[in-house]
């Protein structure tokens, strides 16, 4: 139950917990019920909308100790068996879960700081009249050190037990994701780098514009067999969307990427068109890159072509720019899952180059001419972004959509609304 979703678990995966009877340890807590002084009932018990003091600041205090250290999953509505460490022996089920899961969810956002990206929780019913267990399934932060605003303290994982941190484990955490930041950022730099180099391939050739986009795990993660695997290897989708006065589709010619090949710990997919070339890496440790390219007259069969190349040069076009991201998107979805790493948060990077001014085109429906703009000679680089789960990727899109427009001088006032949903579940990953 670990690598799936947290929407997606059943009460059937809450059963597989005692029936495997699963130990606590560094990345799972168990807890019967709500924690109350001996002798008390929880509020939420006796019919009421609140949670204990002690309830919250227990509970909190084990989210809290995960986010900083490796991330993990606490489950309210399980009792443990007197070995050490426990283990699951029972559903206890819990009233009104859903709704439990809701109010834990809101204290959770008000009593932690800095709040913790990507934490989920939900309830999960194991009895008809909504009874069940609630799930927190809590990722390893970058955002830390995080701390209980009502305590003032800062919590950690070690083995099976929740402590307090020192001032000295304070700031060698502080230190390290400091680190660890400037090394997500490094990696950025190298691929810009790399990027800017190929571009300068094509200016021989007249090519006007490249697109990058670039995909860093924010945490640790590993997938050995990426080319071996279709779900995780790069691929190329078009996608559907909607837009007030009609339908709409993301695609760049090719829609798939015609030729692929293994690359050192990695996948690379290749694909070709009269005006495009394009790609796509997918590496072991979750580095995800697409890129794409105006060719110019490079690759031209004759003279034919290469003139007609002079001739109709192409802008960059919405839906290119928009569906290279998108699929970076479901790439990462997709690596996500196959990694059972469902928590991790990844961080975006989108990037222009064109040498000369750029003219960017509408979609294919746009009737009345309300997407188009220029870009500015010497390439874009936009703010880098926070991925969280694909239920954020329709507002992501849009906010990616939003710069983008802008920087082209255009304050659009209607995005696209994209089907991830479909888009995902075509790509098994939904």
């Known amino acids: 139950m670990f690598g799936k979703r947290i929407g997606e678990l059943t009460a059937g995966d809450i059963d597989r917990l005692w029936q495997d009877v699963v130990p606590e340890g560094a990345e799972v807590e168990l807890k019967e019920t709500l924690p109350t002084n001996k002798g008390r009932v929880d509020p939420w018990f006796n019919g009421g909308d609140s949670i204990?003091?002690?309830?919250?600041?227990?509970?909190?205090?084990?989210?809290?100790?995960?986010?900083?250290?490796?991330?993990?999953?606490?489950?309210?509505?399980?009792?443990?068996?007197?070995?050490?460490?426990?283990?699951a022996k029972a559903i206890v089920p819990l009233p009104r879960c859903a709704e439990l899961a809701d109010r834990l969810r809101l204290q959770c956002r008000d009593c932690i700081e800095p709040q913790i990206p990507l934490l989920e929780v939900a309830g999960v019913p194991t009895r008809p009249d909504g009874a069940g267990v609630v799930v927190f399934q809590v990722p390893r932060s970058r955002a830390?050190?995080?701390?209980?605003?009502?305590?003032?303290?800062?919590?950690?994982?070690?083995?099976?037990?929740?402590?307090?941190?020192?001032?000295?484990?304070?700031?060698?955490l502080t230190l390290h994701l400091t680190r660890s930041a400037a090394g997500i950022n490094a990696i950025f730099d190298s691929r810009r780098l790399k990027f800017q180099s190929e571009f300068g391939d094509y200016q021989p050739y007249g090519g006007l514009f490249g697109v990058r986009v670039t995909a860093i795990p924010l945490v640790p993660v590993f997938f050995e067999h990426v080319h071996r695997e279709a779900s995780v290897a790069p691929v190329l989708t078009n996608l559907t969307g909607v837009l007030?006065?009609?339908?709409?589709?993301?695609?760049?010619?090719?829609?798939?990427?015609m030729q692929r090949r293994p690359i050192l710990r990695g996948s690379q997919g290749h694909g070709g068109s009269f005006s495009l070339d394009v790609a796509g890496e997918v590496y072991s440790d979750g580095l995800i890159e697409y890129r794409l390219f105006e060719k110019g007259i490079r690759g031209a069969k004759d003279d034919k072509e290469m003139q007609l190349r002079r001739d109709q040069p192409p802008p960059l076009y919405a839906s290119w720019f928009m569906c290279l991201a998108a699929n970076v998107l479901c790439s990462i979805e997709r690596f996500r899952r196959r990694a059972d790493a469902p928590s991790v948060e990844w961080a975006l990077e989108v990037e222009?180059?064109?040498?000369?001014?750029?003219r960017v085109g509408p979609y294919p429906n746009d009737l009345v001419g309300?997407?188009?703009?220029?870009?500015?000679?010497?390439?874009?680089?936009?703010?880098?972004?926070?991925?969280?789960?694909?239920?954020?990727?329709?507002?992501?899109?849009?906010?990616?959509?939003?710069?983008?427009?802008h920087a082209a001088g255009n304050d659009v006032y209607e995005t696209p609304v994209i089907d991830y949903a479909r888009a995902l579940k075509v790509l098994g990953a939904g």
């Open 144 to 172: 830390g050190p995080h701390r209980h605003t009502v305590t003032k303290e800062c919590y950690v994982r070690r083995a099976d037990r929740t402590e307090r941190m020192t001032m000295r484990e304070i700031q060698d």
């Open 352 to 358: 222009i180059q064109n040498a000369n001014e750029l």
């Open 370 to 405: 309300r997407f188009s703009g220029q870009l500015p000679a010497g390439g874009t680089l936009f703010p880098q972004y926070s991925v969280g789960g694909p239920e954020e990727f329709p507002d992501l899109h849009a906010m990616v959509e939003r710069d983008f427009w």
């Open 244 to 257: 007030s006065d009609g339908g709409i589709m993301l695609a760049i010619p090719p829609q798939n990427f």
């Open 52 to 87: 204990g003091e002690k309830a919250r600041n227990e509970l909190l205090e084990e989210v809290i100790a995960f986010a900083n250290a490796f991330g993990g999953s606490l489950v309210l509505g399980i009792s443990e068996t007197d070995d050490k460490p426990a283990r």
